[in-house]
C-alpha cells in the first residue's frame, strides 16, 4: 500500500485539504465561489479515496488531483453553459418574444465560423444533445463539446467587448 494512502477519511481531510484547496485557487476567477469550488474539490477528493486502488502503484495524492480537477471543471462546465449569454439574453430581454430564434435576434458575431455557429443553432434552438449534435454534424462528441466551447467563449468575449 502507497505510503501516503489515508486510513480513513478524517486522516484524508487533514492530509488532503489543503491540496484539494489550492486546486480551487488556480480555477477561483472563473464564476464560481471559492468556496463552492472548495466544496467542489472535496467531493472530487472523497470520489479519489472511495476509487483509489493502492495495488496500481500510483501516488495517492497524484490520484486525487486528477478526481479534484475533474469534480471542479464538471462544475464550472455546468454554471458556464447555465449562464451563457445566448440563454441569459432571452431570459432578460422583453422584447425577445420567441427565444427559439434568439440566435438570429442576437446576431452571433460575425467573425464566428459556421460550424460554431451551428452548435449554438443545434444546442440551443433545437435543443439537443452534445452526441445528437456530435452525429448530425458527423464529428465526435469531443469536437462538439470544444466548438460550443469556442463558441460560447466568442460570444461572451464579443459582448463584452460591446458593454
Not at 2 to 22: C, F, H, S, T, V
Not at 39 to 63: H, N, V, W
Not at 80 to 106: D, M, T
Request: aromatic share 10%; charged share 30%; with cysteine.
Amino acid at each position: 500500500m502507497p505510503q501516503d494512502y489515508p486510513k480513513n477519511q478524517d486522516e484524508l481531510i487533514r492530509d488532503y485539504a489543503k491540496l484539494a484547496y489550492g486546486i480551487c485557487k488556480t480555477y477561483q476567477n472563473y464564476g464560481i465561489p471559492l468556496e463552492d469550488l472548495r466544496q467542489e474539490a472535496m467531493i472530487g477528493l472523497l470520489m479519489a479515496y472511495d476509487r483509489f486502488d493502492p495495488s496500481k502503484g500510483t501516488q495517492f495524492s497524484t490520484y486525487a488531483v486528477y478526481w479534484i480537477k475533474k469534480q471542479i471543471l464538471q462544475a464550472l462546465d455546468q454554471e458556464f453553459v447555465g449562464s451563457s449569454y445566448i440563454e441569459n439574453y432571452a431570459e432578460h430581454n422583453p422584447a425577445v418574444s420567441n427565444p427559439e430564434k434568439v440566435s438570429e435576434r442576437l446576431k452571433l458575431p460575425a467573425d464566428m465560423p459556421e460550424r460554431e455557429a451551428e452548435v449554438l443553432r443545434l444546442s440551443y434552438e433545437k435543443k439537443l444533445t452534445i452526441k445528437e449534435i456530435a452525429q448530425r454534424m458527423n464529428i465526435t462528441n469531443e469536437q462538439t463539446k470544444q466548438l460550443r466551447g469556442k463558441a460560447l467563449r466568442r460570444v461572451k468575449n464579443h459582448y463584452k467587448k460591446s458593454e
